[in-house]
């Protein structure tokens, strides 16, 4: 159980259990919460949030996901390998499944591997009924949204200061730093893709 939390920081007691029953351990869920009790185990606190500012015209409950594929969301995060160079990766998401459809890790992501991306999990996956994103100058290019406007589905641009429209792939963001950059090093980008498809297929599984 220690080497468990000591893998995944970000887990509690309830997501350790399932992890020891994968591993083929018959315990009782009570029985890891003792132990994780008497042990004075506990999840690392977040840092604290930003206040909310800001409004946005595309919200959460008016352009709510109604079903499997009918929303999805995507964003950028920033990291860096252990040399110091720059690492994008670009997350796409299902809004109703929370499902990662897509994790891309690049030196730079252009609007047209953007285009790449989505376009390649939309040959699987099928068009969804809106793609919401932030409104940063990376995703807003002119490129995404004549593509995205040609083919069907609708754009839901967040407004400046209302990031908690994107909640979804914020938290997403979260859980990957916290339980992957919190106990790996990216040494090339080579290590970095592997390691995050392999996080991304375990999150799921």
């Known amino acids: 159980m220690c080497e468990l939390a000591a893998k995944h920081p970000r887990c509690g007691y309830r997501r350790i259990h399932k992890l020891l029953l994968r591993s083929g351990w018959r315990v009782n869920h009570k029985r890891v919460q003792r132990l994780w009790c008497r042990e004075g185990m506990r999840v690392a606190k977040r840092g604290r949030r930003q206040a909310r500012i800001g409004d946005s015209g595309n919200p959460c409950t008016r352009r709510r996901a109604e079903a499997k594929g009918h929303v999805w969301t995507y964003d950028f995060l ?8 720059r690492l994008k990766i670009l997350a796409v998401l ?12 690049a030196r730079s992501i252009t609007a047209e591997d953007v285009v790449g991306i ?3 999990v939309m040959v699987g996956r099928g068009l969804p009924g809106h793609i919401r994103s932030d409104s940063g100058p990376e995703i807003v290019a002119t490129a995404i949204r004549d593509w995205l406007q040609g083919i069907g589905p609708g754009t839901l641009f967040i407004d400046p200061g209302a990031l908690w429209e994107s909640a979804c792939v914020k938290s997403f963001h979260s859980r990957l ?15 970095a893709r592997y390691l995050v498809e392999h996080w991304r297929v375990e999150y799921h599984t």
Do not use: M, N, Q
Not at 78 to 85: L, P
Not at 94 to 105: A, H, I, M
């Open 78 to 85: 920033s990291e860096r390998t252990e040399d110091g160079h």
């Open 94 to 105: 299902d809004k109703s499944t929370r499902e990662c459809l897509c994790l891309l890790v």
């Open 118 to 120: 989505l376009a390649a």
């Open 177 to 191: 730093r916290d339980e992957l950059r919190g106990s790996e090093l990216f040494t090339s980008l080579v290590e």
